[in-house]
């Protein structure tokens, strides 16, 4: 008689995770630790990937990031390099110019500009199939369990709502859904109390114009405005991508936001009134703000980019922080693995003296961005000449990619 056979050992059940949230944040972390095996559903309450936004500088922790998660490719395909940037008054005039040549020069070539859709667009390219997104799935409340103890003790899993019932319990929930956070809201309890308002309004949208586009050419062509600000980006296909940014004290967004732009920009002249009055429906509008929350995880819970850490457009780096910090959660869950609460208190350990540096200078810097008088228009202008000099915009190029790095170890490199 043959020995019987040895009954196969049952398949061990892959670690599940939720994240919340189909921006930059999210659908990195997603893709990161479904490479590491773990089962990833991804909770988007937007019933697709949404096309307004404006552009971005890429540089920094996020450049290196990207690198490492093979990303870079995917997103340099959608990047612009410029020649220069402009300021303009209000009958076209330039009033300063500044070479992009010393930034690329000085971070060695590690530097473009790409829309913030165009990097999600990116990253929905290089997600593993093994991640499954959902869409028009927003979420109603979140149940953070708890993990368990390094020891062996296994905890309770971590349980999403979505509105219309659907329940997903996880050992690890991902808050990654922007500056209004649910998943914040919810397992801390403080709603927009973890909000910092800076006192702005920003707004962005895409043209179809290749007249314009080409009469821009290769230069970022800014307002040298006071109070508000708006910008364009002559895109290789013809569009043109706006953005708009109004030093305001009002908390909420405008309900007809197209006519909002419309008129609160009419004063800016050049071509800024025209091109305001073609908003059309697809426009990113938000207040700006920063995200201050005491805490960045809870029981099988944590909360990253822009929901822990938003540091605003007027401190520059949002989308690489995105990226980089994702990178950092999942090295730390590495790094850590079977111990779910050690991996996610070095996660905040090694990231958030990086953030909060970079949300210090964003506070810093707004009223250089959008000047509220004209003595702050003059020391802009002012130092964007002294910049302009030769040399001297090399020596402040390098200064600036010098001080958005963090050290080597919040990265892991």
């Known amino acids: 008689m043959s020995p019987a056979?040895?009954?196969?050992?049952?398949?061990?059940?892959?670690?599940?995770?939720?994240?919340?949230?189909?921006?930059?944040?999210?659908?990195?972390?997603?893709?990161?630790?479904?490479?590491d095996g773990w089962a990833v559903d991804v909770l988007e309450q937007a019933p697709g990937p949404r096309p307004a936004g404006y552009m971005i500088d890429f540089f920094g922790p996020g450049f290196d990031?990207?690198?490492?998660?093979?990303?870079?490719?995917?997103?340099?395909?959608?990047?612009?390099?410029?020649?220069?940037?402009?300021?303009?008054?209000?009958?076209?005039?330039t009033t300063a110019r500044l070479s992009m040549g010393a930034f690329l020069r000085a971070?060695?070539?590690?530097?473009?500009?790409?829309?913030?859709?165009?990097?999600?667009?990116?990253?929905?390219?290089?997600?593993?199939?093994?991640?499954?997104?959902?869409?028009?799935?927003?979420?109603?409340?979140?149940?953070?369990?708890?993990?368990?103890?390094?020891?062996?003790?296994?905890?309770?899993?971590?349980?999403?709502?979505?509105?219309?019932?659907?329940?997903?319990?996880?050992?690890?929930?991902?808050?990654?859904?922007?500056?209004?956070?649910?998943?914040?809201?919810?397992?801390?309890?403080?709603?927009?109390?973890?909000?910092?308002?800076?006192?702005?309004?920003?707004?962005?949208?895409i043209v179809e114009d290749p007249p314009l586009a080409r009469d821009l050419g290769p230069v970022v062509t800014l307002t040298d405005s006071l109070i508000r600000q708006a910008g364009l980006y002559a895109l290789p296909d013809g569009r043109v991508?706006?953005?708009a940014v109004e030093a305001t004290d009002n908390p909420s967004v405008p309900r007809d936001q197209g006519a909002h732009l419309a008129t609160?920009?009419?004063?800016?002249?050049?071509?800024?009134?025209?091109?305001?009055?073609?908003?059309?429906?697809?426009?990113?509008?938000d207040v700006v703000a920063q995200s201050s929350c005491p805490h960045w995880s809870r029981g099988r819970v944590v909360i990253t980019g822009d929901a822990a850490y938003a540091v605003s457009l007027l401190a520059g780096q949002g989308a690489s922080l995105a990226l980089a910090g994702s990178l950092?959660?999942?090295?730390?869950?590495?790094?850590?693995?079977?111990?779910?609460?050690?991996?996610?208190?070095?996660y905040e350990e090694q990231w958030r003296p990086v953030a909060e540096t970079q949300q210090a200078a964003g506070r810093r810097n707004a009223t250089f961005f959008v000047p509220s008088g004209?003595?702050?228009?003059?020391?802009?202008?002012?130092?964007?000449?002294?910049?302009?000099?030769?040399?001297?915009?090399?020596?402040?190029?390098?200064?600036?990619?010098?001080?958005?790095?963090?050290?080597?170890?919040?990265?892991?490199?």
């Open 328 to 346: 950092a959660l999942a090295r730390a869950l590495r790094a850590h693995d079977g111990d779910l609460g050690a991996g996610l208190a070095a």
């Open 5 to 35: 056979a040895t009954p196969p050992h049952p398949p061990v059940p892959a670690r599940r995770a939720v994240v919340v949230g189909a921006g930059i944040s999210g659908l990195s972390i997603a893709g990161q630790l479904a490479a």
């Open 65 to 93: 990031a990207a690198e490492s998660m093979g990303l870079l490719p995917a997103l340099r395909r959608r990047g612009v390099l410029y020649d220069s940037l402009r300021y303009v008054d209000a009958t076209g005039r």
């Open 107 to 205: 971070s060695r070539g590690r530097f473009f500009s790409i829309l913030r859709p165009d990097i999600e667009d990116g990253l929905r390219e290089w997600l593993p199939a093994a991640v499954t997104v959902h869409q028009s799935a927003p979420v109603v409340s979140v149940d953070p369990g708890s993990p368990g103890t390094g020891g062996g003790a296994p905890g309770e899993p971590a349980v999403v709502v979505l509105r219309e019932g659907t329940r997903f319990e996880a050992d690890l929930v991902v808050g990654a859904d922007g500056i209004h956070s649910t998943v914040r809201r919810e397992v801390f309890g403080r709603g927009e109390d973890t909000l910092r308002l800076l006192g702005y309004h920003v707004a962005g949208f």
């Open 264 to 285: 609160a920009y009419a004063d800016l002249g050049w071509r800024i009134p025209a091109v305001m009055e073609r908003a059309g429906d697809e426009i990113y509008y």
């Open 374 to 413: 004209r003595i702050g228009q003059v020391v802009r202008r002012v130092a964007l000449r002294i910049m302009g000099l030769p040399g001297v915009g090399g020596v402040a190029a390098r200064r600036i990619f010098a001080s958005s790095l963090p050290s080597k170890g919040h990265t892991g490199d």
């Open 241 to 243: 991508a706006v953005f």
